[in-house]
């Protein structure tokens, strides 16, 4: 089954404490991305990535990190959380070119609290 | 930057009524594709319509359909029939031809929150 999984779902910690959500397609898509919904807001877009090892920043990068060392892996990192960063997180993965029209996946979403 | 607008944060009507979610956009693409997704209390993002700029007739999928205004950069969702399962958030969102690199990326709206009532 295509499916996009993340890891944990919910997750409460304390500012400061370095988090990692992982994030993992079993598509083959070469594109990935990292978004956050914010009520009012809708889902704004954090980082994303083309391939291996070429990430970029999105519309809200301000305390986040990537990575994409492998095709099928791309792990949210928050190095020092802080309260604002209490969101609701999901991965997505895209072919690229023309087919991101018909296929678009995402994530099941991770609720993260910041205290 | 592309910017897309639902002005209607909360909606509701009555089950097997026909309700239209509004979503306008801003953009100086000719070709585009837009989308409307549904979030139910589940959280997963359910893609529900999607419609390309350059394609006049409108969408429809089933109870969905959309009206589908390029000119007035206008994009709205209308579901007929409405049941209680529609209850949920419902985004529309925009891409840019995926010919540039990074252009998958989805511009989400607000959000539109949906409730059907029995």
């Known amino acids: 089954e295509a499916q996009v999984t993340q890891n944990p779902r919910y997750l409460i910690t304390v500012t400061g404490k370095k988090l990692t959500v992982t994030c993992s397609q079993n598509?083959?898509?070469?594109?990935m991305s990292w978004y956050r919904q914010d009520p009012g807001l809708g889902l704004r877009q954090i980082y994303y990535?083309?391939?291996?090892?070429?990430?970029d920043k999105g519309d809200v990068p301000e305390g986040y990190k990537v990575s994409r060392k492998e095709k099928r892996n791309f792990p949210l990192i928050l190095e020092s959380p802080s309260p604002n960063q209490t969101s609701l997180y999901f991965c997505?993965?895209?072919?690229?070119?023309?087919?991101?029209?018909?296929?678009?996946?995402f994530g099941p979403g991770t609720r993260l609290t910041v205290l | 930057a592309q910017t897309v607008t639902q002005s209607q944060p909360e909606m509701s009507v009555q089950e097997a009524e026909t309700v239209t979610l509004s979503c306008t956009y801003d953009t100086s693409e000719s070709n585009y594709y837009l989308f409307w997704y549904k979030q139910p209390p589940s959280r997963q993002m359910i893609l529900v319509i999607r419609?390309?700029?350059?394609?006049?007739q409108n969408a429809t999928e089933n109870r969905f359909s959309v009206n589908f205004q390029k000119a007035a950069k206008s994009f709205s969702l209308k579901i007929s029939d409405s049941q209680l399962g529609d209850t949920a958030m419902y985004f529309c969102?925009?891409?840019?031809?995926?010919?540039?690199?990074?252009?998958?990326?989805?511009?989400f709206g607000q959000g539109t929150r949906l409730t059907i009532n029995p």
């Open positions: 990535s083309m391939n291996v090892e070429v990430t």
């Open positions: 419609q390309e700029a350059y394609k006049q």
């Open positions: 997505a993965s895209f072919p690229m070119g023309r087919h991101a029209y018909n296929e678009q996946f």
């Open positions: 598509m083959n898509h070469e594109y």
């Open positions: 969102a925009f891409m840019k031809p995926p010919l540039i690199q990074g252009a998958q990326k989805l511009v």
